[in-house]
Every structure is written in C-alpha cells, then in structure tokens.
C-alpha cells in the first residue's frame, strides 16, 4: 500500500500551487516530486463539526491512528486521522512517515484549536481525515476550496470558520479584491511617470506590473494581492554548496541584473523578497544567496522559458500593464523573448532541455483544473426556473454567471473571467454580503451588487427549452455550482 499512502501525501499540492503568486507557482514538477514536496502535503488540509476548540486531546486507546506534522508551507500544524478499515499499520507509518509527522498509533487527532477537518473518501476502507490548527480565521476559504474542490472531500468547518464563533467574518476568511487601477505621485528622487500629470498609473493585481524601472510594491498594494491569490511562505530548492561561477560573468550580471529589476516591477515581488513578503518568501527570492536563480526548482524556471504553460494564472493586454507581457512570457517582462531565453540558458546550464517538460500538466492547480472542467447536467433543482427564479447548491455566493451552454470556463481576471458566450454576470462587492440561492431573479442585479455582462441593460431572454450553462462561485476560485440545465 505505500504507492497508496504516497499518491494521499502528494494530492493536496494542488491548492499549494493555487496559493502562490502567478509567476510564483512553481513547486517541484515531475522527477522533482521528492522529499521536498512529499512532506509538503496540506495546505488544503483541514478539520470537523464535533471539533470544539477546546483543550481536549485525542486519547490513547482510541480505534484511530494519527500522524500530526508541521506544514512547510504554513508552518502550521496539522494532523491526518487513519480512519477507514483499510489503513494497515505498515500504510499509516509509511504515509506518516513522508511527511517527517510523528505517529499516533491509537490516538486520534487533538481537537484542541481547530478550524476544520477535510473527510476524504468518507464511509469507504480509505477514509481519511486532515485535521488543520490555528485560530486565523482568514485562512478558512483556502482550506474549504482546498479541501472540497481539489482533494475531493468534504469540509467541515468548526465555528471559527463557520462565521459562528471565533474571531472570523463569517464569510471563511479573506475575500478576493477585484483589480483597481491606481495612479499616484511618482517617490522622491524617481523620474515623472508616464501618465496624465507624470503620475504612475498601476493594476493592484497579481498579473500586474507598474513601470519599468519601479518597484511594483512601492506603487500598488500588495494586501490587495494577497486577497487575490492567498500568500504562503514556502521553502526555495536548496542552494549549491559552491559559489555559482558565474557570479564572476559580467555579460550574465548584466542579464541576471535585468531579469531582477523587471520582476521588481511586478506583482511577484509581493511573494518572492524576504523585504516584502510578510512571513518569508513563498519559493525562489531575489535576495537569495549565491545567485537567486539558483532558488527556483527546475520546474518554476520552466515556467519562465515557457515550456510549461501558464495560462490559467490570466494575463493583462501588454498596452494595459505599463509595456509587460505575460502572455509571451511567464515571468512578466518588457521584452518577454529576452526573458524567455535567459530562463532557458538556466535551464540548460542544469542540464535540462524542453523534452524533460513535455509531459508537465500546466502550472495553477485549481484554476487550470477549473479551465477544462466539463460541465454535466443540473440536479437537484439547480438552474434558472420558468419564472426566473435562480437556484444552486453550495452556499451563499459572490459571482453568479448565466452562459451560453458551450460557453469556457470563467476563472480569474483580467482576461479569463467574462468568456465569451456569457450572458449575465453579477458581482458582491468584496466587503458586501454574499447572495442566497432563491432570492435571486434572473436578469434583476441584487440590491447592493453589480452587473457586469451586460454592461446596462438586461440581458437577453432566455429561450424555452434551450439549455445553458449556470456558473456559480463562493468567490473567485471557488466555484460552488457548475452545471448544464435546460430552461423550461
């Protein structure tokens, strides 16, 4: 069974990479996958409605064995309950074991200071339990989208996270802030900028860069950001015992020097400086010693040669970001070939050529995986009713898409959340009440929201016996209804 325990301990990396930065994600890929992902397995971990939050601690004796470990990704605690019949005692040693976690045998996880529990394969021999810690309460949405969407289990939050007790909002914690465009005075000492009144105009968003020559956390808010994609410290790959020669190339200085300052103008910086980045940075850093670059797994510098797709991370119109690209280039850039060839140089000075890439799935987790889901029919009632009324399953929401049946996938901003196809959208602002299924008309925007498509007026009739597609989300990234219904 350790092939078994193995492939439990790997599968929640998938909210780890949704939790770092667009140009940011790039854990170990392929033959990477060793000791420094294995033991890296839950951020998406997580805890149960018969956890108090009290002082309690799991018993000796218990039917169940634990494995309590710390996330390298948190830093948090973090605990996993054996509790299916199937679970050998060579299986649980062997999963505990890969995450470096201390072994409980017949003793449960504590249920002092939960926020949550992720039943995994509930009621089957496999069953497991991730038991996450902590208090923060703005830590809950990532768990839950974590948890029910990418390990395929069901979150039970405690009332930390329920909005029922705790120091939470009642909302799960943070809430994504949509992109804004701000403009102000350029510092002291920096020359005008290039808008109106020699202002710098910037997009606080993590696709986005200010001007070149700038740094972007000097122009935008990187609080913002963080709202955008959830911001985890996280360990670089291990830096060369030997002073990297080239350090010594004054052609390569120059060229590393440049690639340093056009990321200093992106949003990345936000997460990958030490200076910056509130409990350390998440992967490679830019004041990493012995040469930076030398911070990156293999697989993040595939991202910047493009030969691992980054799509999914969304991308501004260079004429919008203040000249960068990141559609041609996945580390932002004014001259994105120039970029992309450094980052192939450093792949090829590791001795690695496009063909170890090519069976690489493309990098951002969830939201890759929520660009090719493929939508089957509505049940439970779910869809839009004969007398407009709406309805979906999952909660309370915060963006509600009507689409066009073969309509994409709507994901993130700036370039993939309106797909062509889209009928009606409707956005909760972020420090406004998410809506209810039910008390939503379609074609009538909710007091207190916004309409997005179309932009004024109402939107085109629905047709009898048509079928569409109903889109829905508890917040960007977390969808909660996607299906197919007919209208009649």
């Known amino acids: 069974m350790l092939e078994?325990?193995?492939?439990?301990?790997?599968?929640?990396?998938?909210?780890?990479?949704?939790?770092?930065?667009?140009?940011?994600?790039?854990?170990?890929?392929?033959d990477e996958l060793g000791e420094e992902t294995s033991d890296s397995a839950s951020a998406s971990d997580s805890a149960s409605e018969s956890d108090s939050g009290d002082d309690s601690t799991?018993?000796?004796?218990?039917?169940?064995?634990?494995?309590?470990?710390?996330?390298?990704?948190?830093?948090?605690?973090?605990?996993?309950e054996y509790v299916g019949a199937g679970w050998t005692e060579p299986d649980v040693t062997s999963d505990c074991t890969q995450v470096s976690g201390e072994l409980g045998l017949?003793?449960?996880?504590?249920?002092?200071?939960?926020?949550?529990?992720?039943v995994v394969d509930e009621a089957t021999e496999w069953e497991l339990h991730y038991v996450i810690y902590g208090t923060d309460?703005?830590?809950?949405?990532?768990?839950?989208?974590?948890?029910?969407?990418?390990?395929?289990?069901?979150?039970?939050?405690?009332?930390?996270?329920?909005g029922t007790g705790g120091d939470g909002d009642g909302d799960g914690g943070s809430v994504f802030i949509q992109p804004t465009r701000v403009?102000?005075?350029?510092?002291?000492?920096?020359?005008?900028?290039?808008s109106e009144g020699g202002q710098v105009c910037t997009w606080q968003s993590i696709s986005a860069s200010t001007e070149e020559g700038r740094s972007f956390a000097d122009y935008a808010s990187c609080d913002v950001v963080y709202s955008q994609r959830p911001y985890y410290a996280a360990p670089p790959n291990p830096a060369p015992a030997e002073p990297d020669p080239r350090l010594d190339d004054p052609t390569y200085m120059a060229e590393l020097a440049w690639v340093t300052s056009q990321v200093e103008a992106s949003a990345c910086i936000c997460c990958?400086?030490?200076?910056?980045?509130?409990?350390?940075?998440?992967?490679?850093?830019?004041?990493?010693?012995?040469?930076?670059m030398n911070s990156f797994y293999s697989s993040g510098l595939a991202l910047g040669a493009n030969w691992i797709d980054s799509t999914a991370f969304g991308a501004y119109d260079p004429a919008d970001n203040n000249g960068f690209d990141r559609i041609n280039s996945g580390i932002p850039s004014t001259d994105p070939d120039r970029m992309v060839e450094f980052f192939r140089a450093e792949l090829s000075y590791r001795g690695k050529t496009e063909a170890d890439f090519a069976d690489s799935t493309p990098f951002g987790g969830p939201l890759y995986t929520q660009m090719i889901y493929e939508p089957t029919a509505c049940a439970n009632g779910e869809g839009v009713a004969v007398d407009g009324?709406?309805?979906?399953?999952?909660?309370?929401a915060r963006y509600v898409f009507v689409l066009a049946a073969d309509s994409a996938n709507p994901?993130?901003?700036?370039?993939?959340?309106?797909?062509?196809?889209?009928?009606?959208?409707?956005?909760?602002p972020f420090d406004g009440a998410p809506v209810a299924s039910g008390e939503v008309e379609y074609g009538a925007t909710p007091a207190g929201t916004t309409q997005r498509i179309p932009i004024a007026g109402a939107p085109d009739d629905l047709v009898p016996g048509q079928t569409y597609y109903l889109y829905v989300n508890k917040d960007v990234g977390i969808p909660i209804t996607r299906c197919l219904f007919t209208y009649d």
Request: aromatic share 8%.
């Open 106 to 118: 017949g003793e449960a996880c504590s249920i002092a200071d939960v926020l949550g529990r992720c």
């Open 272 to 292: 990958h400086s030490d200076a910056i980045a509130p409990n350390g940075a998440s992967n490679w850093f830019i004041e990493a010693p012995n040469n930076w």
């Open 411 to 428: 994901t993130v901003p700036p370039n993939l959340d309106l797909p062509e196809g889209t009928m009606w959208r409707f956005d909760v």
């Open 183 to 194: 403009c102000v005075d350029p510092l002291d000492g920096e020359a005008p900028g290039q």
């Open 58 to 80: 799991g018993s000796a004796g218990s039917d169940l064995d634990s494995c309590n470990y710390t996330s390298p990704f948190t830093n948090g605690a973090e605990c996993r």
């Open 137 to 162: 309460a703005a830590s809950c949405s990532a768990q839950a989208v974590g948890c029910e969407t990418f390990a395929g289990g069901e979150w039970r939050p405690t009332p930390i996270c329920d």
């Open 4 to 30: 078994l325990s193995k492939l439990r301990s790997l599968a929640p990396l998938a909210v780890v990479i949704f939790s770092l930065p667009a140009c940011a994600s790039n854990l170990p890929a392929g």
């Open 389 to 396: 009324t709406m309805t979906w399953t999952g909660g309370p």
